[in-house]
């Protein structure tokens, strides 16, 4: 099945597995963080940690690993006292920053739209509570 120029691939299928599989590891919050900081070079492991508020030693290290066996991020080590390790976005990774750093101008931009209708939703669900269901006995 298509839509548009899209392949769609058969839910049961093993490709909508690996699909599936590769875009929860590409729409990531942290992935996505990591991909826009590696578009303007190569950083050292600090320079990301410190660019990206709130990630977690562990889930910096977690996430580049997984970038870097999917072919997304290159690490390399330079031999010195202590050793250079920097990351940087394979060709691959650069291709990954385009629909990344669309999505990302995206959000900026419609922030203030996203915030309206929150407070709009959230607004109309304090005056309307949802009704609880009654379980009718017999």
């Not at 996203?114 to 109309?124: E, G, K, L, S, W």
Request: glycine content about 8%; hydrophobic content about 40%; proline content about 7%.
């Amino acid at each position: 099945m298509s839509l548009g120029n899209t392949h769609v691939p058969d839910p049961a299928s093993a490709d909508c597995r690996l699909v599936s599989e590769i875009l929860s590891r590409v729409g990531d919050k942290w992935t996505v963080l990591i991909i826009m900081m590696l578009g303007h070079g190569p950083k050292r492991f600090n320079e990301i940690k410190r660019g990206i508020n709130g990630i977690s030693q562990r889930m910096l290290t977690l996430t580049l690993r997984g970038l870097e066996r999917d072919g997304i991020v290159r690490r390399t080590v330079t031999p010195s006292i202590p050793p250079r390790v920097d990351y940087e976005l394979t060709d691959l990774g650069k291709d990954l920053l385009i629909p990344v750093a669309a999505l990302g101008d995206w959000a900026m931009r419609h922030q203030p739209c996203i915030m309206a209708a929150r407070t709009r939703f959230d607004a109309a669900a304090d005056a309307d509570p949802p009704q609880e269901k009654r379980v009718s006995a017999g």
